[in-house]
């Protein structure tokens, strides 16, 4: 199993939400409404959906 970091762009992050839909666990909104990691290694199949569910591109992924 190899392990990723979800990296989020609080200037690209436009709150919408979709990422702590898909894994309300790894993911929160935070008080301004931007996205925040709240674990900091995920599985790389996990941390693709959440990437994924993102409709403006603001959450990558980086080797942990």
């Known amino acids: 199993m ?5 990296i989020i762009d ?15 666990e790894a993911v929160e909104l935070t008080a301004d409404g931007c996205a925040r990691a709240t674990i900091a290694n995920l599985d ?6 959440i990437c994924a569910a993102c409709p403006v591109g603001a959450i990558t992924l980086h080797a942990a």
């Open 44 to 49: 790389a199949a996990r941390a693709d959906q």
């Open 10 to 24: 609080p200037d690209t992050c436009v709150g919408y939400g979709e990422c702590v839909a898909v894994d309300p």
């Open 2 to 6: 190899s392990l990723v970091k979800l």
